[in-house]
């Protein structure tokens, strides 16, 4: 856990492997910016993923009721098809890779 204060913006980017995603990676951390880059080509660079650590989710924390369908629904996605999709994108790498 990092205890140091914070000096600088934390900029996640998606798409970061070429065009207005590298550009705007390359401006922020110019401008002094810490960025967290993400990117399907990825691999091109660092040889592929060995793991994945598909960490993002959800959660409500109210008691379940039929008025939260929406809310559910969004959990459902972004839980499960959220973790599908990144599993997807990266499953070629992970499985060349021994992950």
């Known amino acids: 856990m990092n205890t140091q204060p914070k000096t ?3 900029a996640v980017i998606t798409g970061a492997s070429s065009g207005i995603g ?3 990676a390359r401006a922020l951390v110019a401008d002094g910016h810490q960025v967290a880059l993400l990117a399907r080509r990825v691999q091109r660079e660092l040889g ?5 650590i598909n960490n993002a989710g ?17 959990m459902v ?4 098809l959220g973790a599908m999709t ?3 994108v990266f499953l070629d790498q992970l499985r060349a890779n021994g992950g």
């Open 8 to 10: 600088s913006r934390v």
């Open 22 to 24: 590298e550009a705007t």
């Open 58 to 74: 959800v959660m409500l924390t109210a008691p379940f009721s039929k008025e939260q369908h929406a809310e559910h629904r969004q």
């Open 48 to 52: 592929g993923a060995d793991i994945l």
């Open 86 to 88: 990144v599993t997807d």
């Open 77 to 80: 996605e972004v839980n499960l």
